[in-house]
């Protein structure tokens, strides 16, 4: 029992130690973020200091007509300063105008950099950090988080320098007019600086949850609001179970929102009511001075209108320090995303795939998953540790080879590990042991735009964006023109289908192709391979969802279209299959058989009663055996 406390315990002290060491690299971060913009930063300094000056002339020049006044000086004593005092409030009021232009684009040149760098390095991850992590999560991210650090940072840009400015200017006036009457008003300084490092560190805390709660939102919007989870949710889920956890989580950003507001106020507040007491106390201080005779009249004047500028930045000061720590919440979530290392990369000396039909072949290949904490982020599973456990062997000692132009073709039970082969060619995934070869070169020495140049896939969820026909068809080969487009939807039988909607081409496909039927999907993705016309060809049951006669119509144009492509194949109908030049069953990660069809059939193994079961169900097995 005790030495779970001390642990806890323990553990506790070195998340702190840990939080204040990750402030301080994040600062230095979030300085090399702000290098670039250096030139704007130090016109935005020198704008600031000359506003704060200024807001500092107008008491001493107020001071001077009260003075002008009380002596009872000639008018000129007394207009001259007003005018300087409007031309003070102008220049000001210019100047304040540029330096929040300044500030914006600071801030908003900040965003920008923040944002992209964070794209970029989100779609270098590999796959698996997109098979763990929640969307919504991480579009949190680029939204919330990166606005949260730019919002404070403007915020902070903008409040720091000219507050720190006429605050010091304010002071030194102020202790040259009376030292006394102004460190006795400074007494209550102690009441700003106190609170506001503790609030700050609250503050902080009360942002990191409710950063993590409008993310669990964001999660559970993405994920039920998309076609296909909306659908789940209406056939078999709890709407109202859905309803209750939503409003749980949104009352409790809601409870944070109030507590926030309440305790700004409150210290804002505060310091307002110290800063009105204050005054009270040179206006009291000072008059009795001045009744006395050893101050004069203008100068109480400038000593109550310089107090005013002096808690005024105090107070933005403290609360600049409360906006900070909230902004190295947001900062720090955005460069966990950002420290996060792409598993799989790219060599500096990556060679292109060779020219010509190539072959591809599986050296000895064993593969896993990955674990969960070599690919992701805790935060972004929603998960409050990430599982190193290494993912059980999926594949153990794959070697096969597709010649240049050939096809091989995998069948074998749902689970054997055959999309794990497919995937591991355009190099989704890279392998534990053994090798994956496109024309003869390890796909790991490759680059990545040569292998997607050269590999073309037709995956079994075959996916769309929720954008036109054409945009999708268009993502294989941007460059396409209008006549290939059509030949390849002909190909594809799916000109009728296209001519025929209301906008052709420009139909949207709905969320995820949602709006088409699964064989519509289906053939708009073989069409898609059929535009990119890549050398190597995995179709991972690409024809499945196809009734028998478009199936063979598909079919024959995917025949025409592999002519003279190497072709990797998974069927589960064998009929689809028969003309491999080579034909693999894989069972539990292992290939078990392997033969051209005849020679599988009259080896009466695996194959044989695969295509036995499939004939006796009368599925297809034409009579060619
Ligand atoms: N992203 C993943 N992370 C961890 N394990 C996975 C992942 N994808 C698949 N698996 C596991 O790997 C094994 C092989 O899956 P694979 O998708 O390769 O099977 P398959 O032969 O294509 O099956 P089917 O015919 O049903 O499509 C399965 O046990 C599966 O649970
Ligand atoms: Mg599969």
């Known amino acids: 029992m005790e030495v779970t406390a001390w642990t806890s315990m323990h553990g506790m002290v070195n998340a702190r130690q840990e939080r204040r060491r990750i402030s301080r690299a994040s600062l230095r971060r979030i300085a090399a973020f702000a290098r670039p913009h250096r030139r704007g930063l130090a016109l935005f300094l020198v704008l600031s200091s000359v506003t704060a000056l200024l807001a500092v002339a107008s008491p001493v020049l107020a001071s001077r007509v009260v003075s002008a006044v009380v002596d009872g000086r000639e008018a000129s004593g007394v207009v001259r300063p007003a005018l300087l005092i409007a031309a003070v409030a102008v220049a000001e009021a210019g100047l304040g105008l540029l330096a929040r232009r300044l500030s914006a684009a600071l801030g908003e040149g900040l965003i920008l950099d923040l944002r992209t760098a964070v794209f970029d390095h989100v779609q270098r991850m590999p796959v698996a950090f997109f098979t763990r992590t929640r969307t919504g999560a991480l579009v949190s991210r680029l939204g919330n988080d990166v606005i949260g650090a730019q919002r404070a940072f403007s915020n902070t840009l903008s409040g720091v320098v000219g507050n720190t400015v006429t605050l010091l200017v304010a002071l030194a006036v102020m202790l040259g007019i009376s030292w006394r009457i102004t460190l006795l008003a400074l007494l209550l300084l102690p009441v700003f600086v106190v609170p506001a490092r503790r609030m700050g560190t609250r503050m902080a805390a009360m942002q990191r949850e409710a950063a993590a709660l409008n993310a669990a939102m964001n999660t559970q919007m993405t994920e039920r609001f998309s076609a296909p989870g909306a659908t789940l949710v209406k056939l078999f889920g709890r709407p109202a179970d859905e309803s209750a956890e939503f409003a749980a989580r949104a009352g409790r950003v809601r409870d944070i929102g109030i507590r926030t507001a309440m305790a700004q106020s409150v210290f804002v507040t505060a310091l307002t009511l110290v800063s009105a007491l204050a005054l009270a106390l040179v206006y009291g201080l000072g008059g009795y001075h001045a009744l006395r005779g050893s101050l004069d009249a203008g100068s109480v004047v400038a000593l109550a209108l310089l107090l005013t500028r002096l808690y005024a930045p105090l107070t933005a000061l403290a609360g600049a320090r409360v906006e900070v720590m909230s902004a190295l919440v947001s900062f720090e979530r955005v460069f966990e995303i950002l420290d996060l290392e792409p598993l799989i990369a790219q060599k500096p000396d990556a060679v292109a795939v060779p020219d010509g039909p190539v072959s591809v072949e599986f050296d000895r290949v064993s593969f896993g998953y990955p674990s969960a904490d070599k690919v992701s982020l805790a935060s972004l599973e929603e998960v409050a540790s990430l599982d190193a456990r290494g993912g059980t062997r999926v594949l153990h000692e794959v070697s ?226």
């Open 400 to 625: 096969f080879r597709a010649e240049p132009g050939r096809m091989v073709a995998l069948v074998g039970s749902s689970g054997a590990g055959k999309s794990t082969i497919a995937q591991l060619l355009p190099r989704l995934y890279d392998t534990d042991e053994g090798a994956v070869r496109i024309g003869g070169l390890d796909v790991r020495d490759l680059t990545a735009e040569s292998i997607r140049d050269t590999v073309g896939m037709v995956t079994q969820d075959g996916h769309l964006f929720h954008e036109s026909v054409r945009s999708n068809l268009l993502l294989a080969r941007p460059d396409a023109t209008e006549e290939e487009v059509w030949e390849a939807l002909r190909r594809s039988r799916l000109d009728d289908l296209v001519a025929a909607l209301p906008d052709g081409l420009d139909t949207i496909v709905g969320e995820r192709g949602y709006r088409l039927s699964g064989g519509e999907r289906q053939r708009l993705t073989i069409a898609r391979l059929l535009l990119a016309r890549q050398r190597v060809v995995i179709l991972d049951e690409a024809t499945a969802h196809l009734d028998s006669t478009s199936e063979a119509a598909v079919q024959d144009a995917l025949a025409e279209a592999l002519a003279g492509r190497t072709a990797v194949v998974i069927a589960h109908r064998l009929s689809t299959v028969q003309a491999a030049d080579l034909i693999l069953v894989v069972e539990d990660g292992r290939i078990v058989e392997r033969g051209t069809h005849a020679e599988l059939l009259a080896a009466g193994g695996r194959y044989e009663e695969l295509y036995r079961t499939q004939f006796a169900a009368g599925e297809g097995a034409p009579a060619a055996v």
